[in-house]
């Protein structure tokens, strides 16, 4: 059973960056897709992007296309997010998620998650 930690998360200015981190202990991490999502007040948990257990392929939600970049480092056991071009909409906890199995359709649930980093983008 995989357990998760994010970080990096804070208060930056609309067009600014962060990078988000997560590690993970307690599994082989290799064998997981790994995916952010995030869920601002009031709302329903949301897609970020998903990439697979070999890093070599990724998905994103159409509104962080271009802006966002996901990305793992296997002997680190972390996955990260670098976040660029920053808008007060991306505000929200952002969460990682871990599965196993096939990483196609990208909507399969996640079983496992972190407690959650808070962005906050002010304008």
């Known amino acids: 059973q995989v357990q998760l930690v994010e970080s990096g998360g804070g208060l930056v200015q609309a067009g600014g960056s962060l990078r988000l981190s997560c590690a993970a202990s307690?599994?082989?991490?290799?064998?997981?897709?790994m995916g952010w999502f995030r869920q601002a007040p009031g709302k329903e948990r949301e897609f970020v992007a998903i990439?697979?257990?070999?890093?070599?392929?990724?998905d994103y939600a159409d509104s962080v296309k271009g802006r966002f970049t996901i990305s793992r480092d296997n002997a680190k056991n972390t996955v990260y997010l670098q976040m660029n071009s920053l808008k007060p909409e991306d505000t929200a906890v952002y969460y990682c998620?871990?599965?196993?199995?096939?990483?196609?359709?990208?909507?399969?649930?996640?079983?496992?998650w972190g407690q959650g980093t808070q962005v906050t983008v002010s304008s």
């Open positions: 307690g599994g082989t991490f290799s064998s997981y897709n």
């Open positions: 998620g871990a599965r196993r199995g096939n990483y196609y359709p990208t909507s399969r649930p996640f079983g496992y």
């Open positions: 990439i697979s257990g070999g890093g070599s392929t990724t």
